[in-house]
T-cell receptor
Framework: SAVISQKPSRDICQRGTSLTIQCQVDSQVTMMFWYRQQPGQSLTLIATANQGSEATYESGFVIDKFPISRPNLTFSTLTVSNLSPEDSSIYLC????????????FGPGTRLTVT | GEDVEQSLFLSVREGDSSVINCTYT??????LYWYKQEPGAGLQLLTY?????DMKQDQRLTVLLNKKDKHLSLRIADTQTGDSAIYFCAETPAAGNKLTFGGGTRVLVKP
């Protein structure tokens, strides 16, 4: 398995500002994923972040709005830019550790509220 | 595109068995997962199954897969109050690919 931590656990931000979310894993992983869970909804993939390459974004998500960094094999950040109330969601990172077969593990999530 | 469907809500009495159902449309789905999300918490991986398997059992959990009908179920034996949560099924065609999630089934266990 993998132990994943996220910072912050929650935040309240004003519209027009940005929030950067950190994801730290206790082991080296090749692939990290960022998901969004809107209130009362399921999870939707924002992007896949591989170390050493640009993140790959899903349809409907763009780099200008959700820039991602992946500086090493244990860490990634997701920034949600130019916040609007529609960005209020839980943001989760997940990883597929090497040697874990097909198990994907999720961080505890960051609950963002935009006022 | 891929689509994963779940019923919204399930109510069950403590000690009974719970069965949560999931259907998917992607015929290339190779790996199917069940996750549990408790209030205010992240997702906990419960179990997963390969598409070449019909059944997988892990303690109180039994996963059944009907590949022909693209139907997945999770049975929880002897349901406890701590099993109250939202359960998500998810699928992916290959390792390292994104997971496509169902909408989640909220399970309420009554004493």
């Amino acid at each position: 398995s993998a132990v994943i931590s996220q910072k912050p656990s929650r935040d309240i931000c004003q519209r027009g500002t940005s929030l950067t979310i950190q994801c730290q894993v206790d082991s080296q992983v090749t692939m990290m994923f960022w998901y969004r869970q809107q209130p009362g909804q399921s999870l939707t993939l924002i992007a896949t972040a591989n170390q050493g390459s640009e993140a790959t974004y899903e349809s409907g998500f763009v780099i200008d709005k959700f820039p991602i960094s992946r500086p090493n094999l244990t860490f990634s950040t997701l920034t949600v830019s130019n916040l609007s109330p529609e960005d209020s969601s839980i943001y989760l990172c997940s990883v597929e550790p090497a040697g874990a077969g097909l198990e994907q593990y999720f961080g505890p999530g960051t609950r963002l509220t935009v006022t | 595109g891929e689509d994963v469907e779940q019923s919204l809500f399930l109510s069950v009495r403590e000690g009974d068995s719970s069965v949560i159902n999931c259907t998917y449309t992607d015929s290339s789905s190779t790996y199917l997962y069940w996750y549990k999300q408790e209030p205010g918490a992240g997702l906990q991986l419960l179990t997963y199954i390969f598409s070449n398997m019909d059944m997988k059992q892990d303690q109180r959990l039994t996963v059944l897969l009907n590949k022909k009908d693209k139907h997945l179920s999770l049975r929880i034996a002897d349901t406890q109050t701590g099993d109250s949560a939202i359960y998500f099924c998810a699928e992916t065609p290959a390792a390292g690919n994104k997971l496509t999630f169902g909408g989640g089934t909220r399970v309420l266990v009554k004493p």
